[in-house]
């Protein structure tokens, strides 16, 4: 695929959602824009088992249709390329004696039963159902009613004012704000919680497509799923220098 030169891209969340598949892998990630394409090869190293130095990378929209090659100069920053919410991050090896060298028979599988992965809500799969993409996009009927019913239940129980953490996918970081908004919301179905961060380490002000649901300063707000909630007494603390991979 030729290069696309592209402009620098612009806009008021320096954090991005993609969705990161390899041969071997599939998960949901997030980065920072100010990232070097050089950095974000030594961070898809451990999720995609692919050297940087062989790593070829394309992003994709959402109907898998290629935007760009990501290649080039490595000193440029992820955000110089048109990456949006929800594209899907390919990566491929270059070097394919390295995948000859690699005997996966004699590797021993875990697989997991589908139902088991159907019921898990850290899945891919997961996070299209709730925000109706792919073949969820169109049937209410592909969304689980127990799975609605408690996560409304798991919201209504978070009281608004209450200090919080808020868990990011990979599990090894939080960050902790104030909850200022629990309920539906038009931008997506289902009941959203509306975090405060302590930190601009958000996404919005609030406010979603012009719609307000809390009041707070730029980038400090951000909606998120009620189950990656936990409230409790969570002190302001400086999370800055910190990794943010989040939901």
Known sequence: MDHLNVSAVSGSSAVVTLFVESQNSSSERRFQKSLTIEELKVRLEPIVGI????????LLDAASNPVCEISGDDSRMLGFYPVKDLMTLSVKTTNSSAQMNFDESQVEKYVMEDDEYDRRRDTVRAFKRRHRMGRFADGASEVSIDEDIKAKELALSIPVGSRCEVALPDGEFRKRGTVRFVGETGFRPGYWVGVEYDEPVGKN????????????????????????????????EDIFGSDLEEM
């Open 51 to 58: 050297r940087p130095i062989d790593q070829q990378l394309v």
């Open 205 to 236: 002000d609030g406010s979603v497509d012009g719609t307000k649901y809390f009041q707070c300063a730029a980038d400090y707000g951000s909606f998120v799923w009620p189950d990656k909630v936990t409230t409790g007494d969570f002190p302001e």
